[in-house]
């Protein structure tokens, strides 16, 4: 029988897919796991044959995992999942340090290797890891208070900042600002938290581009007092300066954002947000508080360990960026002075 074009018959106990060469199928592999949207895509095309499970483990496969690839839940935490990870670290695969390294810190409370993972994904300049580093210094998290080495968050903060990670190069901005753990330098800090505030208004223009008009609702003019309202300061460890003055980028960003799509956050925080939500109904333990941004899921690992909103004092966060954030997103209507 004559096949249709571009068809090829497939000879009986033979496959085409047989005969396909080793280095071919590892190569869609990598593709797989580099961009498949969560764990399950992955693994399904695993177990279809055994020369994909085989093959699936590759350390080139096993390397290339991109972050949703590596997305494993908080419900379904269990020794395998547990082991994949490890299985992906001994790859060489920095996402997969980064993300075990933020679940053994701060949910299974094992703070030396936690730290010491994601200390390996920042020596391979992962830059959410060095950001996170640089948190952990700040906040003296996992010590006590005299345990915050400031000169070293500021170290970090600049190696993240330099690699293009915004929060970074906000907090960098503040601490030159305000003289935190680095000689004050005003006028520096301010043009490093404007440059925060553009590079993230060009994102969010950018996601405008990338986004159907019919999905996003026009601009909103009704809040127009919250959209410029200053944000308030962090108390405690900073020290309570005038912010920097309102800037038209600022004004932008706070105008278009309750507008934008939000891209998902990070696979390592969403694990710690699900985490908690499970485990303790949000409350990480006796006394200690969540960072109250929805979407970052660091707790407080000692009392009053965060810093809280000068404005209201109702709230409080693990750090500059993500105070902005939650400023922007749900704070700016929600924050009144003490007194009131
Ligand atoms: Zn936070
Ligand atoms: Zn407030």
Redesign the pocket.
């Known amino acids: 029988m004559k096949l249709p074009e571009g068809r090829t018959r497939i000879i009986s106990g033979s496959d085409l897919f047989d005969s396909l060469p080793d280095e071919i199928v590892i190569f869609i592999l990598c593709k797989l796991a580099a961009t498949a949207s969560s764990p399950l895509d992955f693994v399904t095309v695993l177990l279809t044959c055994k020369r994909l499970n085989t093959l699936g483990v590759n350390r080139l496969v096993l390397s290339n995992a991109g972050p949703e690839t590596l997305a494993v839940s908080a419900k379904n935490w269990c020794d395998e999942a547990h082991r994949f990870l490890k299985l992906c670290i001994h790859a060489g695969n920095k996402e997969a340090l980064y993300i075990l390294g933020m679940i053994l810190f701060y949910c299974l409370q094992n703070r030396g290797s936690g730290a010491s993972l994601m200390a390996k994904a920042g020596i391979k300049l992962h830059t959410p890891a060095l950001y996170s580093l640089a948190l952990i210094q700040f906040n003296g998290s996992g010590g006590m208070k005299n345990d915050k080495d400031l000169p070293a968050g500021v170290a970090l903060c600049e190696r993240a900042a330099f690699l293009g990670h915004v929060d970074a190069l906000r907090e960098l901005g503040h601490c030159l600002q305000d003289g935190y753990g680095v000689p004050k330098k005003v006028e520096e800090g301010r043009y490093l938290i404007r440059q925060a505030n553009v590079r993230e208004l060009a994102s969010i223009l950018c996601t405008f581009d990338a986004t159907p008009f019919s999905s996003v609702s026009p601009p909103s003019i009704a809040c127009e007092f919250h959209s410029d309202q200053q944000r308030?300061d962090l108390t405690d460890s900073y020290e309570r300066e005038s912010p920097c003055p309102p800037i038209s980028s600022l004004r932008l960003l706070n105008r278009y954002w309750s507008n934008v799509p939000k891209e998902r956050s990070h696979p390592a925080n969403r694990f710690l947000v699900e985490w908690f939500n499970l485990r303790s109904g949000g409350i990480p333990g006796p006394g200690l508080r969540m960072c109250s941004n929805e979407r970052c899921g660091r707790p407080e690992t000692r009392k009053n360990e965060f810093r809280?909103?000068?404005?209201?004092?109702?709230?409080n966060y693990c750090s500059r960026g993500c105070q902005a954030y939650d400023?922007r997103l749900h704070?700016k209507v929600?924050?009144?002075p003490i007194d009131d």
């Open positions: 308030p809280k909103c000068s404005g209201c004092g109702k709230v400023w704070h929600e924050c009144a």
